[in-house]
């Protein structure tokens, strides 16, 4: 008998301490929500969830009512005497309308989105794992809110407000990813983030120079991996995620897996990705006034020890297009104290030769030009380490110091079709970078950042001729950059501060003194084969200040207006001044040591409204002014128009500098809650530039495009219809320069296109979930403007998740 009641009461004192806690979920996916604050209606007392999604209520009275709410998820409130009938847990539902949404990549510190006068884009982890992208290029296209160009299907180049490639900036955990030898044609570089080790990216429009420098004229992707978690008690916490996904338009096979092990201070978190990739196929609903515009109809092999043209079986497929591609990822977390933190990141990249499939289609008289054309196994290699000081003292409240190396190949690897030597190109960047930035409020009105940046480039080319048949080696072909050893260093200083005037007005400045300096030289043995015009070492100082002025005012009624006046520099790299490219068969593109900086100035106003907290529309529109903006035109070598390259007679071409040129257009987003479970969102971009010495057409400027989606979430299960939509693209809209690819388009240019496309997902527990989508369902042929390959046919996805 005495053992009953002791077992009795032990049972009866596990079922009172489980009703002094609460569990909260996610309700599609089941997974637990971290940081969720949990208070009673007069707000006296409150709790907060741990990495288990737990928090202890019984500090509660059993007659409160419980308000759960979560920056990320919309607010639920119940009664705590009914969390019994609900087996005390909370599923809570993705936040359509996010009210208090907090960003980080403005000025580098956690700050309320609604305080900002410019745009930013937030994805978190949840749509990232929702989208289920093949590639980073991929998300950002997902969203709908950033225009990707294609050259080959291992690529993708962001495009923000008419800005490309070393106009915008990709950073990664606070680390530039712009070096000195990033193009201001297409770039291929962002699929060397593995979106399936990202928590948040953030994507900022509009010049961000004054905290970012140079290259951030057209806007910032900030890309943020995954954090080390620690343990909030006595014992390791562990956690892991894995993930295989199949898609059917490239045969794609991907992998990958990630693992958390934290104690109370020291926690890491590792893992890693595999992609194989097939050759894609492109939709087969045509439209016939194009005949056979996009299809792959013969391509190169090398049989017997000669070039064939191999008629394809099945056009559709672009052959030669697929690669592979594995990433690998580290984070150690030291947190001795609740002051102080040490943060390792280590990011590893690698693939296979990457096909450069638009060339790989252009003909010569019925032939086709190139037998190979790859670029080389693509590496990126990220060591940072970052300390963060969070106690506050007279000169910051929260000071974070970053170091970092990167370590980037890119190689470059053709051989026309029927020729035996093989070109390689083959450029090696060497990054080291530190940056200090600190954070201090004042008189709970201003909040002043300032910092300080310092980073060194060291590029290392070469080249040389391989014949495939004899395995001779000769060293007669010129690199893409000099090849006497070239550097480039950046320094700068910036401070940024947020007045908070009133409740309803906020005034924000900054300002950032940057200076550049580049060093290049040719070697003797080059200067030779080149014949250059001009001397053999290269030298470029450039000094830049720029300002930002912005206002925001909420009046009230949940009306919210902002202004924002910015300018933005790009120095020229050493791309810009020194690259010999080939850029077709009839263009090359020659150096120019005289290129100047050229600068932005950017005014951008934003009207948004939120109606009952279910429909929240926003609108911005912007204008920007190019000052000395990079075009390229026609210019001579050796006083000739046109010369023969690579056994080509190409017209010669130089990046120069206009004297302006402006960049204009709106920017919309509608976001509406219809039930608890049914959302409604559409976004819609039109850019407008032009070149204004003659009006001409100014490259990379993207047709209007946009994204209308309605999404379906419930307990367990979520899925979205949408629509991705791109308008035409007329070809007297296109840039004269050639790097809008005029020759991978139609006589027209390129036609305009939509897509229908349906995703859901179902978690069967906390443990293992399924996704699957039908990607462009009509099967619709387009091709993105500026690209050089086909968009995928009707793809089947199927992925399977599971977590720890």
């Known amino acids: 008998m005495k053992q009953k009641i002791i077992t009795l009461f032990i049972l009866l004192q596990s079922t009172i301490l489980f009703a002094q806690q609460v569990k909260v979920l996610s309700a599609s996916d089941l997974q637990p929500v971290n940081n969720c604050l949990i208070y009673n209606s007069s707000k006296s007392i409150s709790a907060t969830t741990n990495t288990q999604g737990i928090a202890d209520i019984s500090a509660f009275r059993n007659t409160d009512s419980l308000i759960f709410k979560h920056l990320s998820f919309a607010q639920v409130t119940v009664a705590k005497k009914d969390l019994m009938a609900k087996n005390n847990t909370v599923y809570l539902a993705d936040a359509v309308i996010r009210l208090e949404e907090v960003v980080f990549s ?12 410019v745009k930013i884009d937030i994805l978190e982890s949840r749509q990232i794992q929702s989208g289920n992208p093949q590639t980073s290029a991929d998300l950002l296209l997902q969203s709908g809110k950033v225009f990707v160009q294609t050259s080959q299907l291992g690529g993708g180049s962001p495009v923000i407000r008419g800005m490309e490639s070393s106009r915008v900036l990709l950073v990664v955990d606070g680390v530039k990813m712009n070096n000195a030898i990033y193009r201001a044609g297409h770039l291929q570089n962002i699929i060397t983030i593995d979106p399936n080790i990202l928590s948040r990216v953030e994507i900022v429009h509009g010049p961000g120079s004054v905290i970012y420098g140079s290259d951030a004229m057209g806007g910032v992707m900030h890309f943020y991996t995954r954090n080390p978690v620690l343990s909030s008690g006595d014992k390791v916490y562990t956690s892991g995620n894995a993930m295989f996904r199949y898609s059917t338009a490239a045969n794609e096979y991907s992998q990958s897996f990630s693992l958390n092990v934290g104690g109370r201070k020291l926690a890491a978190h590792f893992g890693g990705s595999t992609k194989d990739i097939g050759d894609l196929r492109e939709g087969s609903r045509r439209d016939d006034k194009y005949g056979d515009w996009g299809k792959c109809l013969y391509y190169a092999e090398r049989i017997d020890g000669k070039d064939v043209m191999t008629e394809n079986s099945d056009p559709l497929v672009q052959k030669n297009s ?7 990822f580290s984070k150690i977390l030291y947190k001795p104290s609740q002051y102080y933190a040490l943060t390792l990141n280590m990011q590893y990249s690698g693939s296979s030769d990457i096909p450069r499939y638009d060339r790989l289609t252009e003909y010569t008289d019925d032939v086709l030009t190139y037998a190979e054309w790859y670029y080389g196994p693509q590496t990126r290699s990220l060591f940072s380490l970052k300390s963060e000081w969070l106690k506050p003292t007279k000169l910051y409240d929260n000071m974070q110091a970053l170091a970092a190396y990167q370590n980037i190949s890119e190689d470059r690897v053709s051989r026309k079709f029927g020729k035996s030597n093989k070109k390689h190109q083959e450029e090696t960047v060497d990054v080291f970078s530190v940056n200090v930035d600190f954070h201090k ?13 310092g980073i060194l480039n060291k590029v290392g080319s070469k080249a040389y001729n391989e014949n495939i048949k004899t395995g001779e080696i000769l060293f007669n072909v010129a690199t893409r950059y000099p090849d006497g050893g070239d550097q480039m260093v950046n320094l700068a200083a910036y401070a940024s501060n947020n007045w908070e005037i009133s409740k309803k007005i906020i005034f924000s400045q900054g300002i950032r003194f940057n200076y550049v300096k580049l060093d290049a030289a040719y070697t003797p043995e080059m200067m030779e084969i080149l014949k250059f015009p001009f001397d053999p070492v290269i030298k470029q100082s450039n000094t830049a200040l720029n300002g930002s002025l912005g206002l925001v005012y909420q009046p ?6 902002t202004t924002n006046l910015s300018t933005g520099f790009r120095a020229p790299n050493l791309d810009d001044l020194s690259k010999l490219n080939d850029f077709s068969t009839t263009i090359l593109i020659v150096p120019n040591p005289d290129l100047k900086p050229e600068n932005a100035y950017n005014g951008e106003i934003s009207i ?14 912007f204008y920007t002014l190019l000052r000395d903006a990079f075009v390229v035109e026609a210019t001579t070598y050796n006083g000739q128009d046109s010369i023969e390259f690579d056994g080509n007679l190409a017209a010669v071409q130089s990046l120069q500098n206009a004297e302006k040129a402006v960049i204009y257009g709106i920017e919309a987003n509608l976001l509406t809650k219809l039930t608890k479970s049914l959302s409604f969102t559409s976004s819609l971009t039109y850019t407008k530039g032009t070149v204004s010495e003659g009006d001409v057409p100014l490259d990379h400027i993207p047709p209007m495009f946009g994204k209308t989606a309605l999404r379906l979430e419930l307990t367990r299960f979520s899925a979205e219809f949408y629509a991705r939509y791109n308008a035409k693209k007329d070809i007297k809209d296109y840039s004269p320069s050639g790097e809008d690819n005029q020759q991978y388009a139609t006589a027209d240019g390129m036609p305009g296109w939509y897509t229908l496309n349906l995703k859901a997902g179902y978690q069967f527990n906390r443990y293992l979930g399924l996704q699957a989508a039908v990607e462009n369902i009509l099967d619709q042929h387009y091709r993105y403007f500026a690209s050089g390959i086909s968009a995928p046919g009707r793809n089947f996805i199927i992925s399977l998740r599971g977590s720890f």
């Not at 697929?322 to 690998?328: I, K, S």
């Not at 004042?442 to 910092?451: F, N, S």
């Open 608 to 621: 948004g409204k939120t109606f009952a907290k279910n429909v929240q529309l926003e609108v911005t529109g």
């Open 441 to 453: 409020n004042i008189l709970e009105k201003h909040e002043l950042r300032y910092g300080l940046e």
């Open 106 to 117: 403005a000025n580098k510190v956690e700050e309320k989105y609604s305080d900002l006068p």
């Open 322 to 328: 697929g690669y592979t591609q594995y990433d690998l």
């Open 556 to 561: 009230g009624h949940d009306w919210r207006f």
